[in-house]
């Protein structure tokens, strides 16, 4: 029931564009995305709850299409403090409370 | 404001040795979980608890058992320790259905010899 990202790596120069993808098979109620740097815990980026919703963070945005249960994460002009790894985390629709389950992560490196 | 609060940072345990991870939040969230993290692996499940009183196995829960204390504790009991139980723990907080994120405790690194 984890949620499956692609893609597993990214490398990318300072100032290019990535997209991360998140997708579940089951009906969500929230996605959320972290990013964790090496030996730290995870730290939020932001959630997102209704179709086709999009937020941003600086220059990280990310989207929701609720009705193919998928999720992407955009990150602009990167710099060089993106480099980690992120997390997409789902929300099932239980009635019964919170289930966050958590994707493989994409491995994100920034190079100058 | 201390968030999630993790106990202990390192373990080291031999082989069929027994032990408990503390793990205490001070945000009154209702939802309290548990995941290991490995190599590749990702972040996955092992025990979640909705609310107080309240405990559902996730997606790797053989070989652990946990307790909901009370609202604030929730802790993470390893009976029999394998060496397949390496691995760092974390624990997370989070208010279902208000729309704000899960926080992490610093996470608990365990090596089992």
């Known amino acids: 029931q984890q949620p499956v990202q692609s893609p597993q790596a ?3 120069r300072e100032g290019e564009d990535a997209v991360i993808n998140c997708s579940s098979s089951k009906a969500l109620y929230s996605v959320h995305w972290y990013r964790q740097k090496h030996g730290e815990a995870p730290v ?18 990310a989207s929701f299409n609720e009705k193919k249960q998928q999720s992407s994460l955009y990150l602009t002009a990167s710099q060089l403090s993106y480099s980690g790894t992120y997390f997409c985390g789902t929300e099932g629709k239980e009635t019964s ?3 966050l389950t958590f994707g493989e992560g994409t491995q994100l490196t920034v190079n100058p | 404001n201390a968030g999630v609060t993790q106990t ?3 373990q080291v345990l031999k082989t069929g040795q027994s032990m408990t991870l503390q793990c205490a939040q ?20 092992i ?19 946990v307790s909901r204390l009370n609202k604030r504790e929730f802790s993470l009991r390893l009976e029999s320790a394998a060496p397949s139980q390496t691995s760092v723990y974390f624990c997370a907080s989070s208010m279902w259905k208000t729309n704000t994120e899960a926080f992490f405790g610093q996470g608990t690194r365990l090596t089992v010899v």
């Open chain 2, 8 to 10: 202990p940072k390192f």
């Open chain 2, 26 to 45: 001070d945000m009154n969230h209702n939802s309290m979980y548990w995941y290991r993290q490995d190599p590749g692996m990702g972040l996955r499940l």
């Open chain 2, 47 to 65: 025990y979640y608890s909705a609310s107080e009183g309240t405990t559902d196995k996730g997606e790797v829960p053989n070989g652990y058992n």
């Open chain 1, 10 to 12: 990214v490398i990318l």
């Open chain 1, 97 to 99: 409370g919170s289930r």
């Open chain 1, 44 to 61: 939020f980026l932001m959630i997102l709850l209704k179709g086709g919703e999009q937020k941003g963070h600086d220059k990280i945005s």
